[in-house]
């Protein structure tokens, strides 16, 4: 089991950077698939990116392609989400999601394909 805790949202004019964090638990983070989804006021939770358990493939929703940079540090327990050019459209709480893997390819798009979640972090991007 592993508990995530995700950090570093908060309000940023457009255009901006912010970096979220997602801390995680125990000792087998290496053994995760992790994606970061996020959910703006009256929608559904969205897929943003993923990376496999090593961290030798990262996938990224159409929206943010070019813009977002999903990163982890398997020795420090950590997934990054790098967000720079940020527009008004990225306001949301981001969550950070995890898979037990035994498949080092294994990546997900599908908030279904996670079993654990974080609380989220709110990311508000004035205009």
């Known amino acids: 089991q592993v508990q995530l805790v995700e950090s570093g949202g908060g309000l940023v004019q457009a255009g901006g950077s912010l970096r979220l964090s997602c801390a995680a638990s125990?000792?087998?983070?290496?053994?995760?698939?992790m994606g970061w989804f996020r959910q703006a006021p009256g929608k559904e939770r969205e897929f943003v990116a993923a990376?496999?358990?090593?961290?030798?493939?990262?996938y990224y929703a159409a929206s943010v392609k070019g813009r977002f940079t999903i990163s982890r540090d398997n020795a420090k327990n950590t997934l990054y989400l790098q967000m720079n050019s940020l527009k008004p459209e990225d306001t949301a709480v981001y969550y950070c999601?995890?898979?037990?893997?035994?498949?080092?390819?294994?990546?997900?798009?599908?908030?279904?394909?996670?079993?654990?979640w974080g609380q989220g972090t709110q990311v508000t991007v004035s205009s």
């Open positions: 125990g000792r087998t983070f290496s053994r995760y698939a």
């Open positions: 990376i496999t358990s090593y961290g030798g493939s990262t």
């Open positions: 999601g995890a898979r037990y893997v035994t498949d080092n390819y294994y990546y997900g798009t599908g908030q279904d394909e996670y079993d654990y």
